[in-house]
């Protein structure tokens, strides 16, 4: 039976509602904002998801309502598809009923002001370690759940046993990833902007680890986080080509197995803030609930991909520069898959954003349980949306506030999120316990000129393979491992690197899958090499055919193929410009990026020596093997657009999409 994303109210007796209590208790379907009832409120604890409840149960907060009736909720409705198990060693499928369900939707004061999290009931105590009861569980015969007698286990035995795995819980690693829109190598103070104010990130990269050779997976959005949460190339999971929008058929394959599924699997609760960009699908299938993550607070897509015309971006009304999308629904703020609120209010959505992050991480301080948050801003190079991102947004406290303009303000905003999320791992004694690791997913839009981000030094941006469209600002801090004091590394690193690297420090168990990452531990730790030696760079549209445009091995990088894009146009490099064609090369340029990061030298220019010679086998060697192991998976972006997937907050209105309005 479909189940209808359905908000409980849970009275403050912190009696468990019946099965018809609940029905009259949510005063109607999930989908349109609303404010609770006079003497009841949201029992929302962020670590007691209702994933890890079975469908009709009671829990701490909310429950799956069977949905009897059709078009209740944003989402078209569909048979949800088949949620497969982690191809874990150490770990079996959750049971159908308890997968992919959603949490409650806040009501809409909460868009406004922020999440508001009343203290958990005494009753919620049992749930301070759901991850280490689910990994207990699974260990007892026929998956017995605790508190019941287990034939042949005493329980002084099966005590221990548990006092061990809540051990080896609270020892586990935390994990704050930290994704940034659109910032290119040469935007934070750090890597050498004049005028950029950055402070926070600053400070990460002065007592952290910083990366000079670090690069996403593909210079668009939502290719890099694919490969980002998976550890494959993008061609696998077939996020290929371009983007999603907002009625794509198509996401992130449910096959594919993100690091919040690994975590997960490993006893962590895992929360998503910002910006997804990885499908919504049938049903919203596609979204974070249904990848891994307990909870999703952000929008399905980029802020660019909805009409921006008339809507405020910076305080107290200054309208988003610049045109966006066209004929199509206006973007959403979404709480697990449900819409709160449609548009999004910009200037207050970096603050929800930061107060969601700040209680999550109390929560898991307080009760003792690993986490991995998942920060994906907005905020780096368009000026309507967080961030930088265009178009760019930002909140009163940050408007006016940067020597850089809007974009300036916008990244300023970005860097004092980064700051709140440093000072609540502090106040909640998490600092020594917890790795954060800062990038971004692409290049700069050089298209947006001073709007759009700097690549620095490097040849053009967003949209290439040059270096400035997949090489990215990097810092990894953890005041109680990583050795303080202006770390820098030269080491080669990528996205890809993130899953592998996290799945070890945490003890977890990586997917049974080709991946196409390595465990940095060495290079984080030490002044170990990277076991990473070779990356290579595909375009947004990748085909078997061409292969990589490009393969860097060692401090030498070859173009077979060379292409501009809209995205890096208006830099005076005609190399860089949506015009410039698509040129193979044969012999391929060869650039020495030690000496030559900005690839202004082509070495072979001059004629092919010995030395030389030995280079360009070598990198066409580990270019053959590379082609031999790597499958292209159907692309999930050519399966299309319906225009009825896109997510609206009435559902029934007309005429759409101007309807989808709830402010």
């Known amino acids: 039976m479909p189940l209808l994303y359905a908000n409980t109210l849970c009275s403050k007796s912190a009696q468990a509602p019946t099965e018809g209590s609940l029905l009259q208790a949510a005063p109607r379907s999930l989908p349109v904002p609303w404010d609770p009832a006079p003497g009841a409120h ?83 105590l049992g749930h301070m370690v759901l991850g280490v009861r689910a990994r207990y569980r699974r260990g007892l015969p ?53 005028s950029s104010a950055t402070p926070h990130l600053d400070w990460m990269a002065s007592r952290g680890l910083r990366f000079t050779d670090f690069y996403s997976s593909s210079s668009v959005c939502s290719p890099s986080r694919a490969a980002l949460l998976t550890g494959r190339f993008q061609m696998r999971s077939g996020v290929y080509p371009g983007v999603f929008s907002p009625g794509s058929r198509g996401g992130l394959p449910l096959s594919e197995v993100t690091i919040a599924e690994v975590l997960k699997a490993a006893g962590y609760a895992t929360a998503m803030v910002g910006k997804w960009h990885l499908g919504l699908g049938m049903n919203a299938s596609f979204l974070p609930i249904h990848q891994g993550f307990d909870h999703f607070l952000g929008v399905p897509y980029s802020h660019d991909q909805g009409p921006c015309q008339n809507l405020t971006c910076f305080p107290p009304d200054i309208k988003c520069f610049g045109t966006c999308d066209q004929g199509v629904v206006p973007v959403p703020l979404l709480w697990n898959q449900s819409i709160v609120q449609q548009p999004v209010s910009f200037p207050d959505l970096v603050p929800l954003y930061n107060k969601f992050s700040r209680n999550f991480i109390a929560d898991c301080a307080r009760q003792g349980i690993p986490f991995l948050l998942y920060y994906a801003s907005h905020q780096s190079s368009l000026p309507f949306l967080q961030h930088t991102h265009y178009p760019q947004f930002a909140s009163q406290e940050y408007t006016g506030q940067s020597q850089r303009g809007p974009f300036g303000d916008a990244l300023a905003e970005f860097d004092g999120s980064v700051g709140q999320l440093l000072q609540a791992l502090k106040d909640n004694g998490l600092a020594n316990t917890t790795l954060v690791f800062f990038t971004s997913d692409n290049g700069p839009s050089t298209l947006r000129m001073a709007r759009g981000g700097s690549s620095g030094l490097l040849k053009c941006g967003k949209g290439t393979t040059y270096e400035g469209g997949m090489r990215e600002p990097a810092v990894a801090y953890w005041p109680g491992r990583i050795t303080p004091g202006e770390r820098v590394t030269h080491e080669l690193a990528s996205t890809l690197d993130v899953l592998p690297t996290l799945t070890a420090l945490a003890g977890a168990a990586l997917p049974k899958v080709a991946l196409d990452g390595y465990d940095l531990s060495p290079v984080l730790f030490g002044s170990g090499k990277s076991p990473r030696q070779t990356m290579f760079f595909f375009p947004p549209s990748p085909d078997p055919l061409h292969g990589p445009f490009a393969v860097r091995f060692g401090k030498y990088k070859a173009h077979y193929f060379t292409q501009g894009s809209l995205h890096s146009d208006t830099t005076p490099d005609e190399a860089c410009h949506g015009l410039t064609p698509l040129t193979p090369h044969l012999p391929p340029l060869l650039f020495d990026l030690e000496s030559d990061p900005a690839e202004n030298y082509d070495l072979l220019q001059s004629g092919v020596g010995p030395e030389l010679l030995q280079v360009l086998k070598e990198i066409q060697l580990h270019k053959v093997l590379f082609e031999q192991r790597m499958e292209f998976g159907e692309s999930q972006i050519r399966k299309g657009r319906d225009p009825a997937l896109q997510p609206c907050c009435v559902p029934n209105c007309t005429p759409k999409p101007s309807c989808c309005h709830c402010s």
Do not use: I
């Open 42 to 124: 949201y029992n929302s604890s962020f670590l007691g998801s209702s994933r890890r409840q079975k469908a009709g149960s009671s829990c701490l907060g909310w429950k799956l309502v069977p949905a009897t009736e059709e078009g209740q909720g944003p989402f078209p409705r569909a048979t949800q598809p088949q949620r497969r198990g982690l191809p874990l060693a150490s770990t079996r499928p959750a049971p159908a009923s308890s997968r992919g369900s959603p949490g409650p939707a806040p009501p809409l004061a909460a868009a406004r002001g922020g999440l508001q999290l009343p203290k958990r009931p005494a009753a919620a």
């Open 142 to 194: 026929g998956g017995s759940a605790m508190g019941q007698r287990v034939p042949g286990v005493p329980w002084a035995v099966a005590f221990l046993a548990l006092l061990a795995l809540r051990g080896a819980a609270a020892a586990a690693p935390n994990f704050v990833l930290v994704l940034a829109d659109d910032l290119g190598f040469g935007d934070l103070g750090s890597y050498g902007h004049p």
